[in-house]
């Protein structure tokens, strides 16, 4: 069983930053791929970004490229988004999800496990 929970959403300011925390409550946390997804009221939940297991390249929705950045401490068994030059429309609630090497990683039904979400605020 995988627990994950989700810090560091905020109200922020156009242009600002924000860091996601995503803390893991499992044994093996080096062995499953790590994901951050959003949801934006009246959307479904789509996909930002995610560390694969093996290391490999790390897959970012076109819409965050060169802005956000997915990073994890395997030691501290917690995974991160950096979020940079943040805007309106990155308004929404942000989830952290994990998953073994079966699945896509864009695809949401990939993932069995999933934090509660933090809510992330950008104004204009």
């Known amino acids: 069983q995988v627990q994950l929970v989700e810090s560091g959403g905020g109200l922020v300011q156009a242009g600002g930053f924000l860091r996601l925390s995503c803390a893991a409550s499992?044994?093996?946390?080096?062995?499953?791929?790590m994901a951050w997804f959003r949801q934006a009221p009246g959307n479904e939940r789509e996909f930002v970004a995610a560390?694969?297991?093996?290391?490999?390249?790390?897959p970012y929705a076109d819409s965050v490229k060169g802005r956000f950045t997915i990073s994890r401490d395997n030691a501290k068994k917690t995974v991160f988004l950096q979020m940079n030059s943040l805007k309106p429309e990155d308004t929404a609630v942000y989830y952290c999800?994990?998953?073994?090497?079966?699945?896509?990683?864009?695809?949401?039904?990939?993932?069995?496990?999933w934090g509660q979400g933090t809510q992330v605020t950008v104004s204009s």
């Open positions: 499992v044994r093996t946390f080096s062995s499953y791929t």
């Open positions: 999800a994990a998953k073994d090497y079966t699945g896509s990683y864009y695809r949401s039904r990939s993932y069995p496990y």
């Open positions: 560390l694969p297991w093996t290391g490999g390249s790390t």
